[in-house]
Nanobody
Framework: QVRVVESGGASVQAGGTLRLSCAVS????????LAWFRQSPGKNRIIVGA???????DYSDSVKGRFTISKDNPKNILYLDMNDLRVEDTGKYYC???????????????????????WGRGTQVTVSS
């Protein structure tokens, strides 16, 4: 059984930092791309960044230079390090898994959540001014 569990969400002040974690288990053998999405109140779920099978990353323009995705392979945990947080970064952050060998850059174009195969329940990030 595939499990995707996010953690690390919190309330922080603008300009602060936060690290989110996503523990993934139970995936069958194969290639996968992992991604972080954000859903802000009243808005659609959007992709924030992706991490592909070759450990390449790519990010949406709104977070490029501020957010970094990394992965601890032995523990199978995906991280999202968020720096210089802004009020507009507020939202619920989800970890998603795409079955297939796609690059992180291509993953950013797969914006329809239903096209991603596995999801966690999300973790809330609130940034206040």
């Amino acid at each position: 059984q595939v499990r995707v569990v996010e953690s690390g969400g919190a309330s922080v002040q603008a300009g602060g930092t936060l690290r989110l974690s996503c523990a993934v288990s139970g995936l069958p053998d194969g290639d996968y791309c992992l991604a972080w999405f954000r859903q802000s109140p009243g808005k659609n779920r959007i992709i924030v960044g992706a991490f592909d099978t070759r450990a390449r990353t790519d990010y949406s323009d709104s977070v490029k230079g501020r957010f970094t995705i990394s992965k601890d392979n032995p523990k199978n945990i995906l991280y999202l390090d968020m720096n210089d947080l802004r009020v507009e970064d507020t939202g619920k952050y989800y970890c998603a898994v795409y079955k297939g060998s796609i690059t992180a850059t291509v993953a950013l174009t797969i914006v329809t959540p239903s096209l991603w195969d596995y999801w966690g329940r999300g973790t809330q990030v609130t940034v206040s001014s």
